[in-house]
């Protein structure tokens, strides 16, 4: 079985991405076709990159890398659930990519994004920065607005078609995510 961690990819006080994280995550297990696992970067002290090495010497010189790499080596694929600040990914979530290099080569991910235009900008450059650690994006994205999607910005209430747009992204990340195997394998 195919296994998916979904990241929540904010650790802001007050941040609106926990509770997105928790839909996506409360839908996928739902579908009950693959494993899925919140994984919250505010668990992970990575602080900023902080390895005397590059990561892909896979060497890591401390513990907070060792349990981050353990994490995502773990899974098949990802959905990131990102805010936009400054028409951009947090630095909270650049930081934890970077940390790792072969943990996320060959695997599949597909995006949430919130923010003020559904945070496709944010998504844009998580694609790139994504696709030079050899991960493969899928096409569907659920980009959720602050201002129709979040009652006072801060309640997440969703309009109805996001969870079709999920379904959507979740079959191409799985498809993904198991198409990519043999490569993880060899």
């Not at 998916?4 to 579908?31: F, M, Y």
């Not at 896979?58 to 936009?84: C, L, M």
């Not at 559904?118 to 096409?139: F, I």
């Amino acid at each position: 079985m195919i296994k998916v961690g979904i990241i929540v990819g904010s650790t802001r006080p007050g941040r609106n991405a926990e509770a997105v994280a928790q839909w996506v995550h409360d839908l996928a297990v739902k579908r009950g076709d693959a494993e899925y696992e919140l994984v919250d970067l505010k668990d992970y002290t990575l602080g900023n990159l902080d390895e005397p090495q590059h990561p892909a010497a896979g060497n890591y010189a401390h513990e907070h890398t060792r349990q981050w790499a353990a994490k995502i080596a773990s899974f098949d694929a990802f959905v990131f659930v990102t805010p936009e600040y400054n028409h951009s990914i947090p630095g909270s979530l650049k930081n934890a990519v970077d940390f790792l290099y072969a943990e996320w080569t060959n695997k599949a991910a597909g995006f949430v994004g919130c923010g003020v235009g559904g945070a496709v900008q944010a998504v844009g450059h998580l694609r790139d920065v994504l696709s030079n650690v050899g991960v493969a994006t899928v096409q569907q994205q659920v980009a959720l607005s602050i201002f129709t999607d979040f009652e006072n910005m801060t309640a997440f209430k969703p309009a109805a078609v996001h969870e079709d747009k999920l379904g959507v992204l979740l079959d191409q990340v799985l498809a993904w995510g198991g198409a990519l195997r043999p490569l993880r394998a060899a």
